[in-house]
């Protein structure tokens, strides 16, 4: 048998529900076709978003959505996305397939819909190619409630109301796409763009400075050093691949090793989150800035027969499994880890949903975000699991992993995955200071390889858990082997 405790008494941080944000970026067929097929669809649609995806993701309580990159992000002139979609500018997306962008998603589109989801914006800024003019104006444009040229021009063009915009990005991968950036030069860049981005009225901005590419420790130490005054949050930027950047492995169909392979490279988040919290420390010891891990997730290599400027993959219970372990991880940092943002939303690498024509399917990772949901705004509690090693010679993971908290509806929640292929075991559940009432549980399960597809959407999908039993100590239960399981304990 093995142990897992959870004390509920041992209170730590808040889980803020932006951890479970996502990123959104004009890439393949993430906006067009996912999200925004335009009022003359014959898609259902409300101004131009698809119904079907809206709704989904307001089931799993999208909280915060990342626009509009990621790289396109530092190639994007805001100007070219307002006013009469007829008269917008054209141009080539460069970075992502080289395809015709036609801009009929611009600023008044992102932020109908994130209304329409009920979630928080979080726009990402042009440092890279942009002027401190154009990201100053983007803000005004935003959020200036009275006379001024820009919210003049915003009231022309039909919204007299300033938004609410709170996530502003500064720039993005300046070490690489956004300007091929030393650290020195980013930061004082991030210094003097982020001055113009102003507070108006009651609106307040949180700025999040560009961070580190996965595990530059110097850039991290430079940019807090020059900068830290002046941000709110410092990105970080992981992908996780079953191999590496020119080889990421596929996205079905790989191996027992593939499996272990991938887990392992996605458990690596934990050492990359608490070497650079300790960096941050040195600047930030009352952690008033948040680490925003915003870009993380499974990068493969895209489905064949499909433009490889679009990065489409498939989702299968590995991905689920990455999105189990990771969020976990974020849930143990939530001193610092205060923003997360998966890549991405529709159609693009981890995706939650994929779309094809008027079909739609949700993934694996999509359910581990629904079940997850509960942590959001939640106060994590201390939690231990024994684990042994398991998986592959060169790729040796934990076999269990887990995190609780007490959610904002009062009961204890406590997510734990089996990163095993073929063993289930037993676990004895210790509750340390809760008397139990009631449990429930759900559990996404299946083989390794197993995802959805359009003719078999159902393939992966959550279920009710029974194979429990509460004691007078806590729950004993036993976990099967690949699966990402939810209590909901009162
Ligand atoms: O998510 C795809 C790309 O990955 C983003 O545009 C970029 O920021 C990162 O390199």
Redesign the pocket.
Known sequence: MTRLVVNASNKKSKIHKEVYGH?S?H?GRCIYEGLYVGEDSKIPNKKGMRTDVVEALKEMKLPMLRWP?????DEYHWKDGIGPKESRKRMINT??GGVLEDNSFGTHEFMELCEQIGCEPYINGNLGSGTVQEMSEWVEYLTFDGVSPMADLRAKNGRKEPWKVKFFGVG??NW???GNMTPEHYANEYRRYQTYCRNYGENRLYKVAGGP?VDDYNWCDTVMRIAHRHMDALSL?A?TFENNWDDKGAATGFSEKGWYKTLKNALYMDELVTKHSKIMDRYDPGKRIALAVD?WGC?FNVEPGTNPGF?YQQSTMRDALVAGVTLNIFNKHSDRVRIANI??LVN??QSVILTEGEKMLLTPTYHVFNMYKCHQEATLVDSFVETKEIGDLDAKVMNLQESASIGEDGKLHITINNLSVTEGYDVSGVLVDWDIKSVKAEILTNDMGAHNTFDNPDVVHVEEFKDFKATDKGIDFNIPPCSVLHFEVE
Request: charged share 10%; net charge negative.
């Open positions: 990123f970026e890439l990159g990621g790289c396109f992000a970075h992502w993005n991968e690489g796409c956004g590419n930027h992908y870009e990068w990065l890549a991405q693009v690498l």
